[in-house]
């Protein structure tokens, strides 16, 4: 078959042949593996976890700094989307339902109960509680049992109290569940099906819920993966559930027993694989061999993964890259909001070369979420996206701030990381903001 190769430069090319389900868990570990660059803390979880499965079983190693949870883990017990920032109950229950390490467990049981013991909890953080106590290996009382016939329990509750019953070994409730779940909310988007309920946010979440609950029954549902993740973009990142999921059908689909032969040709030569139980064939093709190298046969249920290593620089903090960040509202500049301000988040960048371009990166804290993009310079492209990271390119000649807009959602105390700049002509260079820490109180 025609078999196009991209152009790696002087790079040669990594071809992974094998079975498509493999080939499917490599290719979406592999990416989410090199996701762990932003702050929020799923994303760094994710990372770790992903380069772990690719270790243990694809005997691939992706080298990047290790990440580290403890700075997320507030006094509370609870963990934070940032680092230093107040703990969020959503993002703590997935990270002990993860079993990453790092966490101080004990403290994290502590911050589920205290949770637990205010008077004026909703159905929803109940769930979301009880599902972390779960996680953690922290049986249901039988009120929590109960819930499951409860009026009030949304399908994401379902979908979560489900998985925190199977993990305490009641699997046949996560049958039940996914099948009045599948019987009352399957829907359909852009040809895929999906869990349908109100919102945006809440029908990807079923989705991905859904599909992670069926493989804890030994089922697996790719499409539900699918197009869950497609539409991911639009919301919230969901690159925790992704791993997850990805780590769960690992464990429950065996190997194809069934040997597909691939033939290649290179230089002239033809080569053969096989990719029975498991095993993928490495292929490595040189820059000289790429125009040459064609694919003789494949058949069956096989794909083929193509990757190439770029060149990779040690970037190094410059003394003259210099950003400084302010918040502010209504033209004041401060640190402390109410639930529901529109708050301007501003750049200005200094030691910059005005023949250059810069790269900026940052994001939002926690309880922030985009309002809209603005800057003073039409050149600007810079962007605040639904996940909460800010980033785009400005010019190095540009005058001025460079702002985007936000809107405070949610009470709290929020500490925000470092923003970046880097030049794109060097990337070996960066400069960075300070922390900061912002809070956001109940409107008067």
């Given amino acids: 078959p025609d078999y196009h190769l991209p152009d790696s430069g002087k790079e040669p090319i990594i071809l992974t042949i094998g079975d498509t389900s493999r080939i499917e868990a490599l290719e979406d570990l592999t990416t989410l593996a090199n996701s762990g660059s932003s702050l929020r803390v799923e994303r760094g979880v994710a990372a770790t976890i992903a380069r772990s499965l690719l270790e243990t079983q694809f005997n691939k190693t992706i080298s990047g700094e290790k990440f580290d949870i ?62 972390g106590l779960a996680s953690l290996g922290k049986p249901y009382v039988q009120a929590q049992v109960n819930l499951l016939n409860s009026p009030a329990l949304s399908p994401i509750d379902r979908l979560y109290l489900g998985l925190g019953l199977d993990r305490l070994g009641a699997t046949e409730y996560s049958r039940i569940i996914v099948r009045d779940t599948l019987k009352d909310f399957s829907g359909e988007q852009g040809g895929y099906p999906i869990i349908r309920v109100d919102g945006l946010d809440t029908t990807i979440q079923a989705t991905f819920l859904t ?18 993740t497609v539409l991911q973009g639009k919301t919230k990142p969901t690159d925790l559930l992704r791993v997850l999921y990805r780590a769960r059908k690992l464990a429950i689909t065996p190997y194809n027993a069934i040997s597909y032969p691939v033939k290649i040709q290179k230089d002239g030569k033809e080569e053969s694989y096989e990719t029975a139980g498991g095993r ?32 990779v620089t040690k970037a190094d903090k410059s003394s003259d890259l210099k950003l ?16 529901g301000d ?34 003073s310079n039409k050149m600007l492209t810079i962007a605040a996206q639904p996940d909460g990271t800010i980033q785009g390119y400005f010019p190095g000649s540009h005058n001025g701030d460079i702002y985007v807009y936000a809107r405070a959602i949610a009470s709290g105390q929020y500490g925000v990381g470092l923003a970046q700049i880097r030049p794109i002509a060097n990337s070996s260079l960066y400069g960075v903001s300070s922390t900061a820490t912002v809070s956001v109180a109940q409107p008067q």
């Fill in 324 to 339: 400084e960040r302010t918040f502010s509202r209504n033209g004041k500049s401060g640190s402390s909001f109410s639930v």
């Fill in 70 to 131: 403890s700075t997320y883990q507030q006094d509370d017990g609870g963990i934070a989307l940032v680092p230093y920032g107040a703990s969020d109950l959503e993002a703590s229950a997935w990270i002990a339902y993860s079993g990453v390490g790092g966490v101080d467990r004990l403290s994290l049981e502590r911050y589920f109960l205290s949770i637990l013991g205010r008077t004026d909890l909703s159905t929803h953080r109940i769930v979301l509680a009880d599902f």
């Fill in 211 to 228: 599909a992670l609950l069926k493989t804890t029954y030994g089922d697996s549902d790719d499409s539900l993966l699918h197009s869950a």
């Fill in 342 to 375: 529109v708050i301007r988040i501003a750049y200005t960048a200094q030691g910059t070369d005005a023949q250059g371009w810069y790269e900026l990166s940052d994001t939002l804290p926690a309880g922030f979420i985009p309002y809209t993009v603005f800057s």
């Fill in 280 to 311: 993928m064939a490495t292929v490595i093709i040189t820059p000289e061999q790429r125009d040459s190298f064609r694919i003789k046969e494949i058949n069956g249920d096989v794909r083929a993964l193509i990757q190439y290593k770029g060149t």
